[in-house]
């Protein structure tokens, strides 16, 4: 299973726009990254997936470069209710059963 | 809206009782999934069943067991409680086929004393 390494902790301010790398340098072909948002005392939601390229909703983006070894999740003018951990996933869905490694996660600090 | 209904927010154990967290899923799904979070660590996978009867251990089962008698119901057993199985227990479920998210409980917060 592939590995992903974030930072510990960001720290950003109302209106501004976050970006979130996560870094997977094993990630296998049939592999999608997957992002999920955790507020305290609730378990993790999930925020966007991606195989390749840009993928983009109405709560963020997801950027995967070429050679996939990396994302980034971009949350565009971020606002309080944004303070939260995200988890970076790595992995293949698509058949069968896949576990799945959550790591420790970005926890991000929006201040007013 | 999928809806992962964990039976018990808090709980409250003394050691060597045996506990059992309820799990129960309301869409059909095949995957289901027990979770443990601690401070520092993230989350760590203590079983999954991927249908009726059928289970896999995780990364961290010992000291836990699963039950899975019915679809929509998955149970975590800790079969002795210590207290360093104090913490946050998450269950989650998804779909068998596709590229599906998983979905979380709200979590138990087991505390054994």
């Known amino acids: 299973l592939a590995k992903t390494t974030q930072p510990i902790s960001m720290d950003s301010y109302e209106g501004q726009e976050v970006n979130i790398t996560c870094s997977h340098n094993?990630?296998?072909?049939?592999?999608?990254i997957t992002w999920y948002q955790q507020f305290p005392s609730q378990g993790p939601r999930f925020i966007i997936q991606?195989?390749?390229t840009k993928v983009t909703n109405e709560v963020a983006s997801l950027f995967i470069p070429a050679d996939r070894k990396s994302s980034t999740l971009s949350l565009p003018r971020v606002s309080l209710s944004d303070t939260a951990v995200y988890y970076c996933?790595?992995?293949?869905?698509?058949?069968?059963?896949?576990?799945?490694?959550f790591g420790t996660g970005t926890r991000l600090l929006v201040s007013p | 809206d999928v809806k992962v209904t964990q039976s018990s927010r808090y709980l409250v154990k003394r050691t060597g009782e045996k506990v059992f967290l309820e799990c129960v899923q309301d869409?059909?799904?095949?995957?289901m999934f027990w979770y443990r979070q601690d401070p520092g660590l993230g989350l760590r996978l203590i079983y999954f069943?991927?249908?009726?009867?059928?289970?896999e251990k995780g990364d961290i089962p010992e000291g836990y067991s699963v039950s899975r008698e019915k679809k929509e119901r998955f149970s975590l057993i800790l079969e002795s409680a210590s207290t360093n199985q104090t913490s946050m227990y998450l269950c989650?479920?998804?779909?068998?086929?596709?590229?599906?998210?998983?979905?979380f409980g709200n979590g138990t917060r087991l505390t054994v004393t």
């Open positions: 869409m059909d799904h095949e995957n």
């Open positions: 069943s991927y249908d009726v009867k059928m289970k």
């Open positions: 989650a479920s998804r779909p068998g086929q596709g590229i599906t998210p998983l979905h």
């Open positions: 991606g195989y390749k």
């Open positions: 094993n990630i296998a072909t049939n592999d999608y």
């Open positions: 996933l790595v992995g293949g869905w698509n058949t069968g059963f896949q576990k799945l490694v």
